[in-house]
């Protein structure tokens, strides 16, 4: 019995293995896994807009490429990595504020921000602003993807 329970225990690393080698086959699996590894959203391009009446930050548009990052945006690799941590943590950067969130009344300024463009596959449609609580909790998640502005 001790014999076949060390000659199982030996063929589960083969396996592992074998199953391993296989997913490295797969089409497109070698990309996506270097972009998991690295931290990035795979197959981002998005066109993120900012616009600030205050000047607090200038108002720009920038283009956001990941797996690699690129683009225009000023910091694509921080940017990257962020919705990279935000896909690992199964969040959508893009919602919106719930219907029905209660937030708090708290105004953080005149900027707004829209992002359009694909990201792991999907169309991206979002709009950001700074009216509420919940609205600057948004934004504040997806620095630095928007501008931190406080």
């Known amino acids: ?8 225990a030996s063929c589960v690393p083969l ?5 391993v080698g296989l997913a490295a086959l797969a089409p497109g699996a070698s990309a996506a896994a270097s972009a998991a590894a690295a931290g990035e959203a795979p197959g981002a391009v998005l066109t993120v807009s900012v616009s600030d009446p205050s000047g607090a930050v200038p108002s720009a548009t920038y283009e956001l490429r990941c797996a690699p990052a690129g683009g225009t945006h000023p910091h694509a690799a921080d940017a990257c990595d962020r919705l990279g941590v935000l896909d690992r943590d199964g969040a959508d950067p893009f919602a919106p504020v719930p219907d029905g969130q209660i937030c708090t009344q708290i105004y953080g300024g005149p900027a707004t921000a829209h992002i359009t463009g ?7 449609d979002a709009a950001f602003d700074r009216r509420n609580g919940c609205e600057i909790a948004r934004w504040r998640g997806l620095v630095p993807v928007l501008p931190a502005l406080d």
């Open 1 to 8: 019995m001790r014999r076949l329970a060390s000659s199982l």
């Open 118 to 124: 694909t990201w792991r596959g999907r169309a991206v």
């Open 15 to 19: 396996a592992a293995a074998g199953l």
